[in-house]
Nanobody
Framework: VQLQASGGGLVQPGGSLRLSCAAS????????IGWFRQAPGKEREGVAC????????QYADSAKGRFSISRDNGKNTAYLQMNSLKPEDTAVYYC???????????????????WGQGTKVTVSS
């Protein structure tokens, strides 16, 4: 059972990145997916999540209007599209999966069962 996050890198302010979260060893169909990030010296924070049953989404205020979470169960993969990136978006981004077939998702890391290894995003000129 594993999640593999990828797609991070160095991008200039105002640029875009798409992060991917690929599952192996289990199917994402019955899991909510969350993206979290942790900047140096700061606590981990929830960025976005997408539910398992109806794909409803939640976003942190810092991500609203700029980030978009999606999932492709056929590919057993979730995504985080990040646009209009700012230096304060610099962090290691983690994806996580919460078991359960539910129309809701929450941005609380403690409820997630499986975590990926993280991918680093640096926004700098």
């Amino acid at each position: 059972v594993q999640l593999q996050a990828s797609g991070g890198g160095l991008v200039q302010p105002g640029g875009s990145l798409r992060l991917s979260c690929a599952a192996s060893g289990f199917t994402l169909d019955y899991y909510a997916i969350g993206w979290f990030r942790q900047a140096p010296g700061k606590e981990r924070e929830g960025v976005a999540c997408i539910s398992s049953s109806d794909f409803s989404t939640q976003y942190a205020d810092s991500a609203k209007g700029r980030f978009s979470i999606s999932r492709d169960n056929g590919k057993n993969t979730a995504y985080l599209q990040m646009n209009s990136l700012k230096p304060e978006d610099t962090a290691v981004y983690y994806c996580a999966a919460q078991a359960g077939f539910d129309p809701r998702c929450v941005l609380k890391g403690g409820v997630y069962d499986v975590w990926g290894q993280g991918t680093k995003v640096t926004v700098s000129s």
